[in-house]
């Protein structure tokens, strides 16, 4: 008996292979039917395939762009109270 071992390099895969564009178009769709609360099947499908890496990628997106917002605290006083006044941020004392 002769056994060879075929082993495969894991690579990760790129944003575009784990979520086409093609299926994040097709999901952004408006749709009456899905409009009215129906879902295909087909989308159903493809939301159970792809949604949480739709999620996991938008969630890592959000923590990048808040780790990179200023804190309120640094941001200068005229525009802390500008933010304040919108809601943004709590008023500073």
Same mark, same amino acid.
């Given at each position: 008996?002769? *056994? #060879?071992? #075929? #082993? *495969?390099?894991? $690579?990760? %895969? $790129?944003?575009?292979?784990?979520?086409?564009? $093609?299926? %994040?178009?097709?999901?952004?769709? +408006?749709?009456?039917?899905?409009?009215?609360? $129906?879902?295909?099947?087909?989308?159903?499908?493809? %939301?159970?395939?792809?949604?949480?890496?739709?999620? +996991?990628?938008?969630?890592?997106?959000?923590?990048?762009?808040?780790?990179?917002?200023?804190?309120? &605290?640094?941001?200068? &006083?005229?525009?802390?109270?500008?933010?304040?006044?919108?809601?943004?941020?709590?008023?500073?004392?």
């Amino acid at each position: 008996m002769i *056994t #060879t071992s #075929t #082993t *495969t390099p894991e $690579t990760s %895969l $790129t944003r575009q292979e784990m979520v086409p564009d $093609t299926i %994040l178009r097709e999901l952004a769709e +408006g749709d009456p039917m899905r409009a009215m609360g $129906t879902i295909s099947e087909e989308h159903q499908a493809m %939301l159970a395939m792809y949604l949480p890496e739709i999620c +996991g990628e938008l969630l890592a997106h959000r923590r990048a762009a808040e780790a990179q917002a200023p804190a309120p &605290s640094r941001l200068p &006083s005229f525009l802390r109270r500008a933010a304040a006044w919108i809601g943004a941020v709590p008023a500073a004392a």
